[in-house]
């Protein structure tokens, strides 16, 4: 009788791009356990993406909604999952609460960051260190490996899996039957406008691209459905407009069409990335050195200005120089280079 495979949970991100992003880490700790099962505990909006990473064995929903303590709710979770017998958790957020339900549960080893003070709770508590480890991916991948580990550690890029069968499933619910190529716009960004590439740029840059026979779409959330439909008006009505319209996992796989995609830095950008798609990022309040998009191809395009990156929400100085001075010729000489 062979032995029982090791167990891990994983409690996740709350951020579509970070969730993305946790991937590398999957792969990490398929690497260092080959038979290991990994599942992840996170929100439910985040199952669809679970889904396509073949590393996961399965997403477990997250009832509690982000910010929501309710200690004895974390409880009754962490009891569930105690029959489950997990070998190891490892806790990617730093809060306090969101080491709870691993403790609960009574799984023997609990490896994250000591964050809040998170002794006892955390068994296996690492102390960060930020000069080091300076990307994202490399703080979650580190948590996957010996704490002794060289850092900052190797890692792999995410690699969303899509099949036919989800291709061909978004092609006939939303009847698309045309073979030219797709060009992505992902014009949101949850954090802020300080994130966001100006619509009339966007729409110049749809223009363009549909005079050279291009189809353009334009994805988001409910959220950024306003600055699409403004692309869209400003373009002349020319694209096909997603946002607000399709769940996330409809999103994924319409965006595994696209031939090209020009994003903000939001999730939609490393979903693009992980779905191997030629990729312009464009950055302004954010750095580009934090939270690239894990992709070799992917061109960042951010102007460095000095008052870059500030990391707000709204420009402080009120005229985010930092992203509406990046033209979209740039842009689009960059789509050109691309030979999509």
């Not at 609960?104 to 296996?124: C, Q, S, V």
Request: with cysteine; aromatic share 8%.
């Amino acid at each position: 009788m062979s032995a029982q495979a090791y167990k891990i949970l994983v409690v996740g991100p709350s951020w579509v791009g970070d969730m993305v992003m946790a991937q590398s880490l999957f792969i990490a700790l398929k690497q260092q356990h080959p038979a290991c099962l990994i599942d992840v505990l996170a929100p439910a909006w985040s199952l669809p993406l679970l889904e396509r990473m073949p590393e996961v064995r399965r997403g477990i929903a997250m009832p509690l909604g982000h910010g929501q303590f309710d200690l004895p709710g974390r409880f009754k979770i962490g009891k569930q999952l105690k029959a489950q017998h997990y070998d190891q958790a490892i806790v990617l957020p730093n809060s306090w609460k969101s080491a709870l339900i691993p403790f609960f549960a009574g799984i023997p080893k609990r490896t994250g960051y000591l964050g809040e003070l998170r002794w006892g709770l955390l068994n296996d508590a690492r102390r960060l260190d930020k000069s080091r480890l300076t990307m994202t991916v490399q703080r979650f991948v580190a948590l996957g490996l010996p704490s002794d580990t060289k850092q900052p550690p190797l890692y792999q890029f995410p690699k969303l899996s899509i099949n036919a069968e989800q291709q061909q499933q978004v092609r006939e619910k939303f009847h698309i039957n045309s073979d030219s190529k797709i060009l992505a716009l992902c014009p949101g960004a949850e954090y802020g406008p300080a994130k966001r590439w100006p619509a009339e740029h966007y729409a110049a840059v749809a223009r363009q691209k549909q005079q050279q026979g291009w189809q353009v779409w334009l994805f988001g959330s409910d959220k950024d459905k306003a600055v699409a439909d403004q692309i869209n008006q400003l373009s002349g009505g020319i694209c096909r407009n997603f946002a607000g319209a399709t769940t996330l996992a409809e999103a994924v796989d319409l965006l595994s069409l696209s031939a090209a995609v020009v994003s903000n830095d939001s999730g939609l950008m490393h979903v693009a990335a992980a779905l191997d798609k030629k990729l312009i990022a464009v950055y302004g309040s954010s750095d580009p050195g934090f939270t690239p998009p894990l992709h070799q191809a992917a061109e960042i395009i951010s102007l460095n200005l000095a008052c870059s990156p500030c990391f707000k929400r709204d420009c402080p100085l009120g005229h985010t120089h930092c992203l509406t001075d990046i033209a979209p010729e740039r842009v689009l000489a960059a789509l050109a280079a691309s030979n999509t």
